[in-house]
C-alpha cells in the first residue's frame, strides 16, 4: 500500500463512497439481493455514527480521496472489568486493497481508540470459512477459542 493510507473517523461527506464498502460487507456475508438488509438498517447505522449518543462508531481507510475499507466498532459495558471493551463489528476492504495492509491498518485505528477510550481489550468474530482474514487477524490478536451460540427471533 502506499504511504497516503489515511485512517480516520468517518464523515458525513463519506457517505457515497462507504455505501459501496458497507454493500460489499454485507454481500459477502451473504445479505444481498433478496436477502439484503432492509435499507432502514443501514440508513439508522450511518445515523449511529454521527450520534454522541450512541457507541457505535466507524472508520474509513483512504487513499487519494478514495475509500479503501471501513471497519465499524461498538464500546459496550462488561461484568468483568469496569472500562468499556470494544467490540470490533465490522472490517471490509474493497477487492484491489486485500493483501495491501488496509485491513491490518484498520485494526490499528480500533485498537488506538480503543486504548484511549481505556478499553482493556479489542475483540471480534469472523465465520470459520473466512480463512484470508483469519490469516491477518492470527497475526494480529489473539484466538479466544470461544464458541459462539445465538438463537434468532
Not at 485512517?7 to 460487507?25: A, E, F, I, K, M
Not at 477487492?95 to 471480534?124: D, M
Not at 482474514?133 to 445465538?150: C, I, Q
Request: glycine share 8%; proline share 4%; with cysteine.
Amino acid at each position: 500500500m502506499t504511504n497516503d493510507l489515511l485512517v480516520r473517523p468517518v464523515t458525513r461527506q463519506d457517505y457515497d463512497q462507504w455505501l459501496p464498502l458497507w454493500d460489499g460487507y454485507n454481500a459477502f456475508y451473504g445479505r444481498s439481493g433478496a436477502t439484503a438488509l432492509p435499507a432502514e438498517i443501514t440508513r439508522t447505522t450511518w445515523q449511529r455514527f454521527f450520534d454522541a449518543y450512541e457507541p457505535v462508531n466507524a472508520l474509513v481507510a483512504e487513499s487519494g480521496g478514495k475509500l479503501l475499507g471501513l471497519t465499524h466498532y461498538i464500546f459496550h459495558r462488561s461484568t468483568i472489568s469496569i472500562a468499556p471493551n470494544c467490540y470490533l463489528q465490522d472490517l471490509f476492504t474493497n477487492e484491489a486493497a486485500r493483501g495491501k495492509g488496509v485491513g491490518r491498518a484498520l485494526i490499528n485505528g480500533v485498537y488506538e481508540r480503543a486504548q484511549h477510550a481505556g478499553s482493556p481489550r479489542v475483540y471480534w468474530l469472523t465465520h470459520e470459512t473466512n480463512h484470508t482474514a483469519m490469516e491477518l487477524y492470527n497475526k494480529v490478536a489473539n484466538h479466544s477459542g470461544f464458541v459462539v451460540y445465538r438463537k434468532m427471533f
